[in-house]
């Protein structure tokens, strides 16, 4: 079975969130059960090649946006996996991640790849990842080339309308399609709705993101559409690459630890409870807070994107609560610059209990995860969401909303504690009870911890879910 797996972003080369994670531990654990799966992805210039031996394996011309453009297809390995990967370069649309223009140019290389056999490699299924790969399927039809397509929606909200020039840039002729037709006429063409439509099968990353995307509240506008098309949708858990995290966490983290004492690889590991004083004594240290243990960190790592994180009521709550210096809070993440200055105003009037960082910073989120006793995930909707899963491993608690692969991954007070009501006193109520079984129940917190320290979010069953579909897929031909 051969897949080729196209993707944005795509850990360790170049990665903006839990998308590039996703490409880089999906396919490893597919390569593992047998699939021969290569992942392709834009050449950008900021791309890590490191010292990765890449070699350059094809070079060809098309017309785009009426005018001749060269691309080069390079390739190297992962180094963490050995899953081959293809990147696709080109001067004018791919050395910058401007979408439009990007996802328009990226999606007619990848067929015009697949059409005139650039590759000494032929897949059986494309395996396609949101808005960035939206036009491949209607493509892939108007071609009539051989080959199944997946498509898979890792956030509803980001849709891509697009100015309808991008069809003709691409040589689409619309009279070939009705929706594009129709979107045109609406004067933006939908690169989601688009790959929603014309693939053979389309998975979201959580079975209960699956319902939801169903309902007007979560549907994003397009639920009736969805609907319509029920049972060509799976919900299938992300997981996460727990031995790959393990060496990070072996790398970047001042004192390594386990749920027990152990040594790996000549080093030693902690075990989790002496591990993670020490760890977050090295963070308060570091960040300039005041160093107590007896003090409850709680931590926020991720994109700060207002209309999906929970900024809001997660900033109401914190002014409430953090001038009666009950506890402590970390915040790493970037986006939307009018929270970042709202934030920032709460580390400057409280420099020992608040430290916000503004940054995209592997190894401070690998410490963050490390020292703090809780991660808030107050998001108003979360497809799959990876945070949680990774601060698991670390015996990190995560404090969350009641909502997508949140309800799927974190079992209510069992590995965390979870609020049903999307406002701040709600939140507020959910973390006060977590501090409250910290302080209180040690006994109930250990074993809370231990809980969460031995959840298994390996990729193995889902990638054994993909496998399935992708083998119905096929006999179905
Ligand atoms: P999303 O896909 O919505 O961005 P996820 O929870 O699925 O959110 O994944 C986020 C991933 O990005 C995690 O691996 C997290 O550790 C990482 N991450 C997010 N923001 C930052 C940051 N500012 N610095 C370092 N890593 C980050």
Redesign the pocket.
């Known amino acids: 079975m051969k897949v080729l797996f196209a993707v944005w972003e795509l850990d360790p080369f170049f990665k903006m969130?839990?998308?590039g994670?996703v490409a880089r531990s999906l396919p490893a654990a597919l390569k593992s059960l047998g699939v021969d799966i290569r992942v392709i992805t834009p050449y950008y210039k900021v791309e890590k090649m490191g010292r990765n031996k890449k070699e350059k394996v094809a070079v060809f011309s098309l017309v785009y946006g009426g005018k001749k453009q060269t691309v080069e297809v390079w390739t190297t390995q992962s180094p963490y996996t050995g899953v081959p990967a293809y990147f696709i370069k080109n001067k004018k649309y791919l050395d910058k991640a401007n979408p439009v223009d990007t996802w328009g140019f990226f999606d007619k290389v990848i067929v015009e790849i697949l059409k005139r056999k650039v590759l000494d490699w032929e897949p059986d299924i494309l395996h396609l990842n949101d808005r960035h790969c939206g036009l491949i399927p209607l493509l892939i039809k108007n071609e009539k080339i051989p080959v199944k397509t997946v498509f898979t929606i890792?956030?509803l909200a980001y849709q891509g309308p697009s100015p309808v020039s991008v069809i003709k840039d691409m040589g689409i002729d619309p009279n070939l399609c009705k929706i594009v037709q129709w979107e045109i006429k609406s004067k933006k063409i939908n690169f989601l709705l688009e790959g929603i439509i014309h693939s053979d099968k389309i998975t979201v990353v959580s079975p209960t993101y699956a319902k939801e995307i169903l309902t007007e509240e979560y549907g994003q506008g397009l639920n009736e559409i969805l609907r319509g098309m029920e049972g060509k949708i799976e919900g299938i858990l992300n997981g996460i690459d727990t031995g790959w995290r393990n060496t990070t966490h072996y790398k970047s983290v001042k004192y390594p630890y386990n749920s027990h004492e152990e040594i790996v690889g000549g080093k030693k590991f902690y075990n989790w409870k002496e591990g993670k004083k020490l760890n977050k004594k090295f963070l308060q240290k570091k960040l300039g807070l005041k160093v107590d243990n007896n003090l409850p960190l709680v931590c926020f790592?991720?994109?700060l994107d207002p209309k999906q994180k929970g900024l809001d009521i997660m900033h109401t709550m914190l002014r409430r609560n953090v001038e009666k210096q009950k506890f402590q809070f970390v915040m790493?993440?970037?986006g939307d610059k009018h929270w970042e200055e709202r934030y920032n105003w709460l580390s400057t009037f409280f420099p020992k209990y608040v430290s916000c960082n503004f940054?995209?910073?592997?190894a401070l989120?690998h410490q963050i995860y490390a020292g703090s006793d809780f991660i808030l995930i107050p998001s108003l909707y979360e497809p799959?969401?990876?945070?949680q899963m990774?601060a698991m491993l670390f015996g990190t608690i995560p404090v969350a909303h009641k909502t997508g692969g949140l309800i799927d991954s974190i079992k209510e007070n069992f590995t965390g504690f979870l609020f049903e009501k999307y406002n701040s006193e709600s939140l507020e109520k959910a973390l006060f009870k977590a501090f409250d079984v910290w302080k209180n129940d040690k006994k109930q917190f250990e074993e809370i911890t231990n809980n969460a320290l031995n959840s298994d979010f390996s990729w193995k069953r889902s990638a054994q879910e993909y496998f399935s579909l992708y083998k119905k897929l096929l006999d179905n031909n």
């Open positions: 969130g839990g998308l994670d890792h956030n790592i991720g994109r790493l993440g970037d940054k995209f910073d592997e989120a799959c969401g990876l945070i990774i």
